[in-house]
């Protein structure tokens, strides 16, 4: 049995890795690149889910399971993978609490106007700017799954008035009102700041755009620590410059890089993260750990944790002895 991994694994990994399953061959390389000529035999694949999975799938007759190496699968649902009975799996729930804590981090610094602080000390100003507080705040979390939850936890302790956007109507302790996508309209004038943290599906596409920010209060926050595509970028950039809503605070973005000539890196109102909300320092040890207990599992042929649903793309199977449970993210 074969896994060839798209990334660098220390040697002591791949041992690891082989210790797991006896007789299988664990192999990994630092770009698709690389990987692509060793692929013809694999039975796996660990990439990320941002990489062109096409070259793979057309290299690799034998694959019978693809794992992303992040929450997103945007780029690993291809036409061609929903032909081929292919297992793909996520490496959903690793990620949970840091994502959550950063998106408190932004909200914060948003509220606190510390960006503001910040560029005057560096300037050596003293200059009160007008700040403000989470109390009491309406919170809207668009895309209410294991993030969306983490995050409605943390912030639920400054007495905000939490609303969620989800695929189903369900009772949640965090939550003080839920909605469902379609009445999208009726959430977001409520909402003093709108988290998006939905999954990149076609159903999600450009979630957020021109009508969408014009529903937001002037005085609203718009946080982003979800995919890029759930945004329209140019309709975001016309609501900040014209001050439709307050501020934005991004961990995302169309092109990454962010390009040198982005309007957003010139706006005060707009606070830029390099796609970091993820990243902790154990962060990747856990997501080859669920790698590895996913490997030994489909060694022995049986179900795997966190099996995406190809068809629908946002909802991962969670599959846990005795029982199997489904969660959605939206």
């Given at each position: 049995?074969?896994?060839?991994i798209l990334n660098k694994?220390?040697?002591?990994?791949?041992?690891?890795?082989?210790?797991?399953?006896?007789?299988?061959?664990?192999?990994?390389?630092?770009?698709?690149?690389?990987?692509?000529?060793?692929?013809?035999?694999?039975?796996?694949?660990?990439?990320?889910?941002?990489?062109?999975?096409?070259?793979?799938?057309e290299a690799s007759p034998?694959?019978?399971?693809?794992?992303?190496?992040?929450?997103?699968?945007?780029?690993?649902?291809?036409?061609?993978?929903?032909?081929?009975?292919?297992?793909?799996?996520?490496?959903?729930?690793?990620?949970?609490?840091?994502?959550?804590?950063?998106?408190?981090?932004?909200?914060?610094?948003?509220?606190?106007?510390?960006?503001?602080?910040?560029?005057?000390?560096?300037?050596?100003?003293?200059?009160?700017?007008?700040?403000?507080?989470?109390?009491?705040?309406?919170?809207?979390?668009?895309?209410?799954?294991?993030?969306?939850?983490?995050?409605?936890?943390?912030?639920?302790?400054?007495?905000?008035?939490?609303?969620?956007?989800?695929?189903?109507?369900?009772?949640?302790?965090?939550?003080?009102?839920?909605?469902?996508?379609?009445?999208?309209?009726?959430?977001?004038?409520?909402?003093?700041?709108?988290?998006?943290?939905?999954?990149?599906?076609?159903?999600?596409?450009?979630?957020?755009?021109?009508?969408?920010?014009?529903?937001?209060?002037?005085?609203?926050?718009?946080?982003?620590?979800?995919?890029?595509?759930?945004?329209?970028?140019?309709?975001?950039?016309?609501?900040?410059?014209?001050?439709?809503?307050?501020?934005?605070?991004?961990?995302?973005?169309?092109?990454?890089?962010?390009?040198?000539?982005?309007?957003?890196?010139?706006?005060?109102?707009?606070?830029?993260?390099?796609?970091?909300?993820?990243?902790?320092?154990?962060?990747?040890?856990?997501?080859?750990?669920?790698?590895?207990?996913?490997?030994?599992?489909?060694?022995?042929?049986?179900?795997?944790?966190?099996?995406?649903?190809?068809?629908?793309?946002?909802?991962?199977?969670?599959?846990?002895?005795?029982?199997?449970?489904?969660?959605?993210?939206?």
């Amino acid at each position: 049995m074969k896994l060839v991994i798209l990334n660098k694994i220390s040697e002591e990994k791949l041992t690891e890795f082989r210790n797991a399953v006896p007789g299988s061959v664990i192999e990994s390389y630092p770009s698709p690149r690389d990987a692509l000529p060793h692929v013809s035999d694999a039975d796996a694949i660990a990439m990320w889910g941002f990489q062109n999975v096409q070259p793979f799938l057309e290299a690799s007759p034998h694959v019978r399971w693809i794992h992303s190496l992040s929450d997103g699968v945007e780029r690993l649902l291809t036409k061609d993978k929903l032909k081929r009975p292919i297992i793909l799996t996520n490496s959903h729930g690793i990620h949970d609490h840091a994502v959550a804590d950063h998106t408190l981090a932004l909200l914060l610094s948003l509220v606190r106007c510390l960006p503001v602080m910040i560029r005057q000390q560096d300037q050596k100003i003293w200059k009160r700017p007008k700040t403000d507080s989470l109390y009491q705040k309406t919170v809207a979390i668009i895309g209410y799954g294991s993030i969306g939850k983490a995050i409605a936890q943390r912030i639920k302790g400054f007495n905000t008035k939490i609303l969620a956007v989800k695929k189903h109507i369900s009772d949640d302790p965090f939550t003080d009102q839920v909605y469902t996508a379609d009445q999208i309209k009726d959430v977001l004038p409520k909402a003093d700041i709108t988290i998006a943290a939905l999954p990149s599906t076609p159903e999600t596409n450009e979630f957020f755009g021109k009508k969408e920010f014009s529903l937001m209060k002037k005085t609203s926050f718009f946080i982003n620590i979800a995919r890029a595509s759930v945004v329209n970028e140019n309709a975001l950039v016309e609501a900040l410059s014209e001050h439709r809503i307050a501020g934005a605070a991004l961990d995302v973005f169309e092109k990454e890089p962010l390009p040198e000539n982005h309007p957003f890196w010139s706006m005060e109102n707009v606070i830029i993260s390099p796609h970091s909300a993820s990243f902790t320092p154990d962060s990747w040890n856990h997501v080859l750990e669920l790698l590895k207990n996913n490997f030994i599992a489909f060694s022995k042929g049986e179900k795997l944790t966190n099996e995406i649903n190809k068809t629908k793309g946002y909802e991962t199977l969670y599959y846990k002895n005795p029982c199997c449970q489904l969660h959605g993210f939206l």
